[in-house]
T-cell receptor, first 113, second 110 residues
């Protein structure tokens, strides 16, 4: 069974630009959560989608948004990029909402110059 | 504000010995705790978990201990193997919100 895939794996952008990251869950998984990982803050929760609806949101500014499609694939968008947005963005998927077992993708490494 | 803390960024252990990774949390509402293992260039993988109603959970070489009064969680790996070298994240959950520590890099020396 294929794992969680994230594209692209690496991305370099400049301040002020916007970026869209993609996450394809394991087949059958309907919940997709997004996390930001930075060395100082660890893994921080961004938001969770289930059945194309955002179910929960972490403490991030409105520049961070997402959506989920009918096939459970999810995209995350960051607008007006700032240097501090440089991080590893991970998505994690699970069969159900509120599942405590999540399967993580390899992440997208975003560098903002 | 970091609700889950891993105060040791790194740990080195001899092969065959015990590795003990520690994690502290501040929110008494957390009801589920997890450990993830992460290799370079890969996403974290789920390792072991424990519910707040238990104080110990064991899975092969991995045991997680929970001390609710101290708000402290630890992961024991016995015996440690070189393949265990990775970054370990602890996480705490309440509802569908997860909070992660910053990770501890474990190196098992052959």
């Amino acid at each position: 069974k294929a794992g969680v895939t994230q594209t692209p794996r690496y991305l370099i952008k400049t301040r002020g630009q916007q970026v869209t990251l993609s996450c394809s869950p394991i087949s059958g998984h309907r919940s997709v959560s997004w996390y930001q990982q930075t060395p100082g803050q660890g893994l921080q929760f961004l938001f969770e989608y289930f059945s194309e609806t955002q179910r929960n949101k972490g403490n991030f500014p409105g520049r961070f948004s997402g959506r989920q499609f009918s096939n459970s694939r999810s995209e995350m968008n960051v607008s007006t990029l700032e240097l501090g947005d440089s991080a590893l963005y991970l998505c994690a998927t699970s069969l159900f909402q509120n599942s405590n077992e999540q399967f993580f993708g390899p992440g997208t490494r975003l560098t903002v110059l | 504000d970091q609700q889950v803390k891993q105060n040791s960024p790194s740990l080195s252990v001899q092969e065959g010995r015990i590795s003990i990774l520690n994690c502290d949390y501040t929110n008494s509402m957390f009801d589920y705790f997890l450990w993830y293992k992460k290799y370079p260039a890969e996403g974290p993988t789920f390792l072991i978990s424990i519910s707040s109603i238990k104080d110990k959970n064991e899975d092969g070489r991995f045991t997680v201990f929970l001390n609710k009064s101290a708000k402290h969680l630890s992961l024991h790996i016995v015996p440690s193997q070189p393949g265990d070298s990775a970054v370990y994240f602890c996480a705490a959950a309440t509802g569908n919100q997860f909070y992660f520590g910053t990770g501890t890099s474990l190196t098992v020396i052959p």
